[in-house]
C-alpha cells in the first residue's frame, strides 16, 4: 500500500524565514504530485503540480520539486508571511492506485509576526 | 468561477437517519471524487466516478452510496447514518486522469452523527 508521509507534522517560524516542507512516498512509479493549502475549517486549494517528468515548479515564492526515483517532494516558500500560516497536504497520483491521489498527514504551517 | 459547490456545509444528524451531501461542479470535469477527512487519517477516498453514469469504489465504501446522473453532479448518500461518519467531507473533480490533470476542491461539508 502506497505510503505518503510529512515531515515535519508541525513547523512554526518567525515571518521571513524560508519554509521547507518534505514528503515522501513508497511507489515512485507516479503521473504527478500536487501540493495543496488547506486553511482551517476550510477546503483544499491547489498550490503546485509538478508532473512525473518534471523536476521542478515555481509559483511566485512557492518552489516545489521531485525527485521521482527517491520518492520525495520539497516544497519551498520564500519569505513566509503570517498569511502562509496553514496545513500543507502533498498527494501524488498514483498508477498503482488507479490514477487517484494518495494524501500525507500534512504539515501544520504557523509563521509568527 | 464557481468551482466545485459543496450543499450543505453543516450538518447534524441522529444515528440511523439518512442524508444525501451534493456535489456541483461547473468545470466540465469528467471525474469527481468524495473524500473524508478525519484528524490522524488524513484524506480517503470514499467513491469516485469517471464519468456520467459511473460510479466505483475507494479505499472507504462501506455505509455510502453515491450517484452521478448528470456530468455535473455526485451525489453522497448515508442511508443509515452512524457516529463513526462524522467527519469532514470533500467532493473534488478533475479533468482527466493524466499527468499535466489537476484536482479542484469543494469548501467541504462537516457532519456530525449524534
Known amino acids: 500500500k502506497q505510503e505518503v508521509t510529512q515531515i515535519p507534522a508541525a513547523l512554526s517560524v518567525p515571518e521571513g524565514e524560508n519554509l521547507v516542507l518534505n514528503c515522501s512516498f513508497t511507489?515512485?512509479?507516479?503521473?504527478?504530485l500536487q501540493w495543496f493549502r488547506q486553511d482551517p475549517g476550510k477546503g483544499l486549494t491547489s498550490l503546485l503540480l509538478?508532473?512525473?517528468?518534471?523536476r521542478e515548479q515555481t509559483s511566485g515564492r512557492l518552489n516545489a520539486s521531485l525527485d521521482k526515483s527517491s520518492g520525495r517532494s520539497t516544497l519551498y516558500i520564500a519569505a513566509s508571511q503570517p498569511g502562509d500560516s496553514a496545513t500543507y497536504l502533498c498527494?501524488?497520483?498514483?498508477?498503482?492506485?488507479?490514477?487517484?491521489?494518495?494524501f500525507g498527514g500534512g504539515t501544520r504551517v504557523l509563521v509568527k509576526p | 468561477n464557481a468551482g466545485v459547490t459543496q450543499t450543505p456545509k453543516f450538518r447534524v444528524l441522529k444515528t440511523g437517519q439518512s442524508m444525501t451531501l451534493l456535489c456541483a461542479q461547473d468545470?466540465?470535469?469528467?471525474?469527481m471524487y468524495w473524500y473524508r477527512q478525519d484528524p490522524g487519517m488524513g484524506l480517503r477516498l470514499i467513491h469516485y466516478?469517471?464519468?456520467?453514469?459511473?460510479?466505483a469504489k475507494g479505499e472507504v465504501p462501506d455505509g455510502y452510496n453515491v450517484s452521478r446522473l448528470k456530468k455535473q453532479n455526485f451525489l453522497l448518500g448515508l442511508e443509515s447514518a452512524a457516529p463513526s461518519q462524522t467527519s469532514v467531507y470533500f467532493c473534488?473533480?478533475?479533468?482527466?486522469?493524466?499527468?499535466?490533470?489537476?484536482?479542484?476542491f469543494g469548501s467541504g461539508t462537516r457532519l456530525t452523527v449524534v
Open positions: 509538478i508532473q512525473s517528468s518534471q
Open positions: 466516478s469517471v464519468g456520467e453514469g459511473t460510479t
Open positions: 498527494a501524488p497520483k498514483i498508477k498503482a492506485a488507479g490514477n487517484k491521489l494518495t
Open positions: 511507489d515512485s512509479a507516479i503521473y504527478n
Open positions: 468545470m466540465n470535469h469528467e471525474y
Open positions: 473534488a473533480s478533475s479533468y482527466w486522469q493524466g499527468a499535466d490533470s489537476s484536482y479542484t
